[in-house]
Nanobody, 120 residues
Framework: QVRMAESGGRSVQAGGPLHLSCGRTCSTYVVAWFRQTAGKEREFVAAITLSGGDPWYGNVAKGRFTIARDNAGNVYLQMNKLTPEDTADYFC?????????????????WGKGIPVTVSS
């Protein structure tokens, strides 16, 4: 049974860092992070393949966030220079493939999401 489990979400001060983790039990090819706030569409944050290669980053992440993986298949999101606009529920997801246009449609498995709150 596939299970995606996010951890690390909490409240932080603006300007600070936060490290999110995504544990999973499936051997899919791509793991990605998305985020969503109430009343807004889900945003793509970052994605990485489990076989290596360059990761992908959404506009919200470029220059501030880094996605990484370990040999066990866990995926991490290091977020720096956080602002209140980064406040959202963060989801990790996994899929067999990835396209930068509408990436969420390529994800087959989703975690329940974790809240991240950035205060000014």
């Amino acid at each position: 049974q596939v299970r995606m489990a996010e951890s690390g979400g909490r409240s932080v001060q603006a300007g600070g860092p936060l490290h999110l983790s995504c544990g999973r039990t499936c051997s899919t090819y791509v793991v990605a992070w998305f985020r969503q706030t109430a009343g807004k569409e889900r945003e793509f944050v970052a994605a990485i393949t489990l076989s290596g290669g360059d990761p992908w980053y959404g506009n919200v992440a470029k220059g501030r966030f880094t996605i990484a993986r370990d040999n066990a298949g866990n995926v991490y999101l290091q977020m720096n220079k956080l602002t209140p606009e980064d406040t959202a529920d963060y989801f990790c997801a996994a899929g067999a493939s990835f396209q930068s246009a509408n990436p969420s449609q390529y994800m087959d498995f989703w975690g329940k999401g974790i809240p991240v709150t950035v205060s000014s």
